[in-house]
């Protein structure tokens, strides 16, 4: 078992320690299925009361919800609104036309033009995050192209998943149900679980278990991982 690049394989969080096993795949792309993947690569290394966690990224691909920059025409409103996006190291986010215009027609426009306006308002009072917010889980979600992701999602912009909750329990099952899914949306600058077969209560426990983000969606092509605990107080 490695870790990606600069990660580690093990997390401490309340006492508890967690082995973080990346699962190496093939380039997932939209003609995939997302059982045959997990069938293939994580059914033979999950043992009974491990927690397969599986990037938003590979099930938003495999429905079909990921889509080449050259296939995207933005509006005159995305263009506008991409302009005022706080851009930072960590990822574009929606601050370029084509993933405002997805946006836009995810979300709604008066929903996002009301996450703007309030944004405008609250950024100049020293407020962060209003934004998304009010424009909610699937503007958050929105992954646009970075030079660091492997191609072709370098140049292709990718929604959030459709019912993360459904795929987090149809996995579970396919596992044999000894083992639980978490579909999560980490980066490195933070997360949130989407789909879980554990206790929502948990959410929390597993971000910061995560936090650091250790998968690796570049030329590591681990979108998949393993929670395994190891003590506990």
Sequence with gaps: MQPNDGKTLESRVDGTTYQRIPIKTHVVMPEDDLRQVIRQYALPEVQDGDVLFVTEKIVAITQGRSMLLDEIEPRPMANLLAKYVTQTP????LGMPETMEM???EC??????????????TKKLGRKGDFYRIAGEKARSIDGPTSGTIPPYNRSVVLGPANPMLVARDLKILLGNKVDVLV????DIGGNILGTTLDPKLNDVWVRVLQDNPLGQGHQSTPLGILRKTDAN
């Design 108 to 121: 709604g426009t008066p929903r996002i033009l009301a996450a703007a306006a309030v944004a405008a308002v």
């Design 103 to 105: 946006a836009l027609q």
């Design 184 to 187: 999560v949306d980490i980066n």
């Design 90 to 93: 960590h990822g574009i986010g």
